[in-house]
């Protein structure tokens, strides 16, 4: 692989090992375990378009770990592995040939921002699934990303309807710190799902946590039901 040095260091990093440490993740461990944000309050999208505890913003706050990895796209690769029936390796040529699907749709960040109405182009999750084929037994998805970031949610919602594999915002390129080439964007969960610089999905049969899930974030996080941080 021949990635720049900086995500030469990353991409070795094991499983085991947790993406080095910024001020905010810090801060992110100690809003978890300080219940921060939380408001008790419950809203539906139905009659209410901003969930409890949120804000709006115009502007698009960029949030990761504070490694950005460089990605060359020439060596850039969207694997999808584990209970499929046919599994990929795309390489970008092969994953830009797939149908473009455009969505529009809003994002909630767990640190309290949400932004309405971004328009997005990329390859819908389900055109994606359409071609692995996933067993009766995957349940689950695990993303991992370029940067060492990892992140689980379930199958029916990664297949979600506006679920995208995004490398277009707003009529232009996905700039490469808000996870381009391409990133994830599940909209209705707390955009800490939204794997940026997505680089493999794993088809899994029970529920696994990724990164910020094993450092007191929700399983699921439904900013409507305000599932900010691990229930115990
Ligand atoms: N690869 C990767 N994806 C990631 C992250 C990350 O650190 N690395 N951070 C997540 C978090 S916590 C948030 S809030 C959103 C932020 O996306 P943005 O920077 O485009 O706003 O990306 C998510 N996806
Ligand atoms: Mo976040």
């Given at each position: ?98 149908e473009?699907s455009?969505k ?19 390859v819908a999750t389900r055109d994606l699934l359409d071609l692995v084929?996933p ?21 029916s919602?990664f297949a979600a309807e506006d679920a995208i594999l ?67």
């Open positions: 692989m021949s990635y720049c040095p900086n995500a030469m260091r990353i991409s070795r990093m094991s499983d085991e090992q947790t993406p080095s440490d910024s001020k905010l993740t810090t801060s992110k461990r100690r809003w978890a375990a300080e219940g921060k944000f939380l408001t008790g309050r419950i809203s539906r999208p139905e009659t209410e378009r901003l969930p409890p505890g949120q804000h709006l913003v115009k502007n698009w706050p960029v949030l990761d770990l504070g490694q950005q990895p460089v990605i060359s796209l020439n060596t850039w690769r969207l694997e999808v592995r584990g209970l499929v029936e046919r599994s990929l390796d795309l390489t970008w040529a092969a994953f830009q040939a797939m473009q455009t529009v749709s809003d994002i909630h960040c767990v640190t309290t921002w949400s932004r309405y109405d971004n328009k997005w182009k990329g084929m067993k009766p037994q995957a349940n689950y998805v695990m993303l991992t990303s370029y940067d060492g970031y990892t992140t689980n949610l379930p199958l919602d995004a490398t277009s915002w707003e009529g232009l390129p996905l700039t490469h710190d808000h996870g381009g080439p391409m990133r994830l964007v599940v909209p209705h969960l707390y955009l800490w799902k939204s794997a940026k610089w997505l680089r493999r999905v794993d088809l899994i049969p029970a529920d696994q946590a990724g990164f910020w899930e094993k450092n007191g974030y929700h399983m699921y996080g439904d900013p409507w039901r305000e599932q900010r941080y691990t229930d115990d």
